[in-house]
Structure formats: C-alpha cells, structure tokens
C-alpha cells in the first residue's frame, strides 16, 4: 500500500515539475456556450470500425436518423449552464437492422460527452458518442468540449 501510494506520489511530481519547466499549466476549458433557442436534436460522432472513419451525424429529437446498419434516436439532449462544468448528455435509442433481419436493440441510455465510457454501447463495427446539442436549425451546434 505504501508503496503504491509512494509511486504515485512520484509520478504526480514529475507531471508537475515538467510543466512548471515547459512553462505550462492544466488547460482549463471554457464553459459551452448557453443554446440560443430550444434544443431540437443531438451531434453525435460514430465510429466506423471497419474502415477507421469518423462520422458527425446530427440527429433530430424523435427521429430515427440512419448510420450504416445503426438507427439512431435521440429522445433528449441536454447541455450543461454556463456556470458548470462543460457537459452535453444525450438519452439516445440505438437500433440495428441487417439487411433481412428483424431489427434489433443495441443500446438505450444516457451518454455524456464528458465521460463516453460511462455509458457505452457496445457493438463489434460501430462506437457512437455524444458531441454536444443542436439548439435549432439555424443555429450551430452546442458543443461541451
């Protein structure tokens, strides 16, 4: 135990003196901005496994929105205030559906942009994470990070 929490201790103190030499201190990030109207859908990144491909989806609030074999259904998307740590959550229903398969449930549940392992579906050829909030049409997204 004493040793572990001395090698610990050591670590955190080689972190700390090699920014203080680079010059450098934790970067804090700013809060996301607040929604400028009511929150009409989610940003969503996904995965591609397969081909090593990232894709930005913006998915509609009670909309199945298509990716690959996956249906994607936002049920609600919410963002932090400004005064709090920057978080965007988003309660999502992921479906799959092959083609001459019944479709089949994948994930539901909350995922936060903060910590997208907390809550992560799995699946062999896709990952899905929550970005930030889309607040409308014209507006651009609202993002926590």
Not at 11 to 21: E, G, N
Not at 64 to 70: D, F, I, P, S, V
């Amino acid at each position: 135990m004493l040793l572990r929490f001395c090698a610990g201790a050591m670590l955190a103190a080689v972190l700390v003196s090699s920014a203080a030499a680079q010059g450098t201190t934790a970067a804090v990030q700013p809060p996301a901005p607040k929604p400028t109207g009511p929150i009409t859908g989610a940003v969503l990144q996904a995965l591609d496994k397969l081909v090593a491909r990232v894709h930005e989806v913006e998915a509609p609030l009670n909309q199945e929105t298509r990716l690959g074999t996956l249906l994607i259904t936002v049920r609600q998307c919410s963002v932090s205030p400004p005064e709090a740590p920057p978080e965007a959550s988003a309660f999502l229903e992921i479906n799959e559906q092959r083609p001459g398969e019944e479709v089949k449930k994948v994930f539901s549940g909350w995922m936060f942009s903060s910590s997208p392992a907390l809550s992560a579906m799995e699946h062999p050829v896709y990952d899905v994470w929550v970005v930030g909030c889309k607040a409308s049409e014209s507006a651009a997204p609202v993002k926590s990070r």
